[in-house]
């Protein structure tokens, strides 16, 4: 089993960023993993917002390229999302996620509210 806890969410203003960080708490983490970032709004389902491998590999999710930017500290078992160009429809519960050995573990999330 292992726990995630996300931080750094929060209001902020159409076209302002915010920079959500990531940690592992506790559990074993495999020397093969990839981690990422989930949201989840209101009556809608959860989706897979970016991604990042080990070794630096990035993936985006269309909604938020060019916006988003994916990053981790391999030695603290770290994610981070730096989100900038905040758009109101990116209001959600963003939750970190790491993956290994086939099995996704998820945080228990972080509040991102953008007005307009």
């Known amino acids: 089993q292992v726990q995630l806890v996300e931080s750094g969410g929060g209001l902020v203003q159409a076209g302002g960023s915010l920079r959500l960080s990531c940690g592992v708490a506790?559990?074993?983490?495999?020397?093969?993993?990839?981690m990422g970032w989930g949201r989840q709004a209101p009556g809608k389902q959860r989706e897979l917002v970016a991604t990042i491998t080990k070794g630096g590999s990035t993936n985006y999710a269309d909604s938020v390229k060019g916006r988003f930017t994916i990053s981790r500290d391999n030695a603290k078992n770290t994610v981070y999302l730096q989100m900038n160009s905040l758009k109101p429809e990116d209001t959600a519960v963003y939750y970190c996620?790491?993956?290994?050995?086939?099995?996704?573990?998820w945080g228990q999330g972080t509040q991102v509210t953008v007005s307009s």
């Open positions: 506790s559990g074993i983490i495999l020397s093969s993993n990839i």
């Open positions: 996620s790491i993956t290994q050995r086939g099995y996704t573990y």
